[in-house]
């Protein structure tokens, strides 16, 4: 396996990398952890002529709270996610999902920026943006934009960053107390990617949902917000009943994959037992806080 | 090409590499480390894991222009003084390899996982080598080896082996400030 | 775990392993380590169509690319005096194929190399090898095999009409029909057994190296069987008189039968060398591996088991389609015949089989001996309609087995299917696989579940495999162009210290140290004064090399032979030295010693001195003390045992969890009891996959939609239960040490086992049967489709 020749630069600045984007157009492509971008290079299904590496940008990999949000830096690993104290106590859902990503030698180079820009469909972090309601930073030549990740998850592989942009930071909400989130995933067997993962945050309030946000990745070509769910448990008591008429209605409008791994009623199936299984657990966590 | 300083077991290394030297080429095809391995192309057997500042990563899917100035240790650089790692011993002792090929990757990976869990239970052992193919032992044996490693290292003096000096303590070391461009 | 045990008394022993410091260091030693100086690299340019022709090969571009050191078509080899790759096992009107190390005109299967670009480094070889613009002009594929037999599928080779390459029959057809339309009950349905990749973690490679100045041609080679390759690629491949012509097999990272075979890289590189002057080496990239290894199994079948009323087995009747592929690999016609056919007997008293194969081409990669290698298919066709038959008869799977084995009294067993079984006792092995598993709480259990929706599934499988291939006069009779001996020479130094030569290989199998358990306690000498040399041609005379479980049954006894040749002349020259008569003299202990006089004695050193010294030796004894042999077995030996799974089903999502795994195992002696543990326990992993996650899926344009370890479910720790294991022993009659085998017998066993165990999970549905692997989605499907119809 040896990738086509390119050339390297190392950027010391997000401004670095944005104007050696902006230099080399199409022909470059930002370098993180590697872990989506390497195994395309070394099949040699990608061959850029240069490649940007934004690992070692300072101030671009780091936890941190401001103003009821935590603040995760593009370059954060996904072990530092996992690790992470700030996490485990404000938002236990993204050490959940992140230890599940991949496997033990990846989540150490794999970035949460990367894994998010690059949108793969199986990926587990999408899925989570969406259901935590995250705002995605970018800096590209003109400046910085917010965008919010119901947003920018378009398409297969797609995603609202332009080919100058550098994804920078994600910002999310800490949830108010009463919210219990989980995030359900089933791995393929090989690749470890999610064939469905489904994130679930409950916000109980005197018994009934209040508020309810729910988002799948891995069936589709992109990650969906499950609105239809949602709307099917909020203002209602946390019964299974309801857990599971909610459930019922994942991935309702999804164009589902159907493929040498499953066909897509069975992704169907999936999606929705595994929604009803985030459900019933961030129903449960809710409880606990 | 580009100049790149590595820390290989202990011992700094300058090389001018092609960027799209892989880690694992540049340990094994430079430095003639043939202890790690290739196993696949797409990041899943792990036979070529190393660690790369302390912690696990798959040398084939870093270049190893990204860990100019780091530090690496390979299978080559467990044993210290003639004496082998628990890890070693245990893999040894309890039978957990038969064709070799995985075991220097599955150590590495075991190493990384005794660090952050000292004391794993049976499923911790699992679920923390799922970055690892083994082909022939079924695991049973590797389960086993890693038990025996983590309680020889439940001796304090041995604990010091895996988590003190050396190059362990690469994590908390700054990278050198090579430039590359 | 290891034990050390006091001299002497190794046999039996879980000595710890000596290969292993080297592996455990990281200074193993495989082919892709060695680099000479000088090496080159090659990369294939390989077919990205199931079927084409090659209409043009433009190098230009790639040779005028620096580093690049040739580009060769198979054009080029064959003008070179390169001769097709020969199929080394022929059955009666056999249609062998015309099988080119690089195509010529024609690509047969996606990944079929089409040309192979030479360079200085590896990364250039692998640039050079992306301008080499190949014309095709894509042909119609088939890659099932029942496609490829409907009249007007597209034909592999114009010379194989049909596609059909062997039709093969045996049994008493006649018997077999009267005893099924007489039967109580007959069971039928057709079943799959899926093609599977082998996946040994260690890609094939090779190194050759020509040394102008001898005309000695040096190939490394991850080779299961390096005297083997020689033998093929010298005489038969390249014309390379084997004197000239030497291959090394050095560590090799797993095998699994896939590196039995010759392969076109390694011919290529073998030839090349000489033309261009350097050392080649080629090392296969995972998806090389997936496209080229040759793959395992891919069977159809229709099967009829036919019952008396007492619930007896009465008759068997199987057809089955195997798929070969697009050429005919190595062993490629053995393994769906004469290593499946004879095994359908299983463990029961059947007095009636027959059984018809179709060995069919397609535009797939070959198929070979994949681990059990025509005996897991045996297996799993028997102990999956058994269980289908228990469920029809309203019996317990555990009792209609044993129902219908053989008994102890009626060894050695003549089979319906020609095989004589040399020794079984079948019941003890079940009845504590049962007590292991407490087969009657797990019932019990497993009803309890069911009434609140929690799916336990118990699945058992009573195995037999015939292992230490295998008698010359036999497998000559049956076609094989090898003979299956194993080799060993014994040298005694005269120190005292021993190499031992053998012929067969170890990859992960632990000879360096069983071999030496059984020398050092057959001389009396230490573990540490005994070396075991293997995997190679210039050190080690003769071999047949290690496939089939043989290697302690026949590897071993040869060298036993050997060690009893050592003793016999030691006995002689030390009788000499003692002023004793030969017949007065024995050796225990690592001393020869007069009968009832044990002061009377020369040490086994003091005797290995003297025998290089001659100064004094009988009247016409040679100096020097080694001896070689072959062993040639007498018969097959047939290891078996009883493994039971327990699983649970999720059947919302279909996925299956292993929650326990038992395995019984009588594989006869045992020279080191931790060794064949690890055995089993790697093939229980393997034959689980099969039932669970590996399968090889073509599209119907014969593309390979599992062609990476991204798709390809081979196991991870966190998908396998630590298994529980036992053994009873019954000795094989058939070699002095009495052992049976146990390289294939986990894999052999587990896939019944836990695929029975699913479907066990999903009775209350009124499934009956699902083709493996039973993966989640087809679970969930057959849950599905089975409430629908209720």
Redesign the interface.
Known sequence: ??????????AGSVEEAVALLGRYEDDAKL?AG??SL??L????FAQPGH?V?I??IPGLAGIGEEDGAIVIGAATTH?MLQ?SEPLRRRLPIVPEAASQI?????R??GTIGGSLAHADPAADLPALMLAAEAELTAIGPGGSRTIAASDFFIDLLTTALTPTEVLTRIRIPVPTSGTGSAYEK?P??????ALVGVAAMLTMSGGTIARARVAVTGVGTHPTRERAVEAALEGERATDAVLAAAAARAVEGVDLRS?????A??RR??AI??TRRALARAVARAGDV | MTRIALTVNGTRHEHQVEPRTLLVHHLRDTLALTGTHVGCDTSQCGACTVLLDGRPVKSCTVFAVQADGGEVTTIEGLARDGRLHPLQEGFWQAHGLQCGFCTPGMIMAAYGLLRDTPNPTEEEIRAGLDGNLCRCTGYHNIVKAVQLAAAAMGVPADRAALSGGGQDAASTSSPATAATR | MATTTAPGRLIGSSVRRREDPRFITGKGQYTDDITLPGTTYASFVRSPYAHARITAIDADAARALPGVRAVFTGKDLADGGVNAIPTGWLLPDLRTTDRRAIAIDRARYVGEAVAVVIADTPAGAADAAELVRVDYEELPAVASAMEALRPGAPLVHDDVPGNLCFQWALGDAERTDAAIRGAATVVRHRIVNQRLIPVAIEPRASLASHNAATDELTLWVTSQNPHVHRLIMGAFVLGIPEHKFRVISPDVGGGFGSKIFIYPEEVVVAWATRRIGAPVKWTAERRESFMTDAHGRDHVSDVEMAFDAGGRIVALRVSTVANLGAHLSLFAPAIPTYLYGTLLSGVYEIPAIHVSVRGVLTHTTPVDAYRGAGRPEACYLLERTMDVAARRLGADPAELRRRNFIPPERFPYQTAVALVYDSGNYVPALARALEMVGYDRLRAEQAEGRTRGRYLGIGISCYIEACGLAPSQVVGSLGAQAGLWESATVRVHPTGKVTVFTGSHSHGQGHETTFAQLVADELGVTLDDVEVVHGDTGRVPFGMGTYGSRSGAVGGTAIHMSLEKIREKGKRLAAHLLEAAPEDMEFAGGKFFVKGSPDRARSFAEVSLAAYLAHSMPAGMEPGLDATSFYDPANFTFPFGTHIAVVEVDVDTGRTTVLRYVAVDDVGNVINPMIVEGQLHGGVAQGTAQALWEGAVYDESGQLLTGSLMDYGVPKADMLPSYETDRTVTPSPVNPLGIKGAGEAGTIASTPAVANAVIDALAPFGITHIDIPLTPARVWQAVRDAKGRS
């Open positions: 396996m040896y990738p086509a020749r390119f050339e390297y630069h190392r370098l590697g872990h390497i195994p290079l070394k099949l040699r490649l590496d690992r070692r072990a690790r991949g496997d033990a030698q990846v150490n180079m089933y393929h067997p090989a690749s470890r990617y493929d040498v791994h499953g066909s009623e069975w199936a999936l037992a595994h």
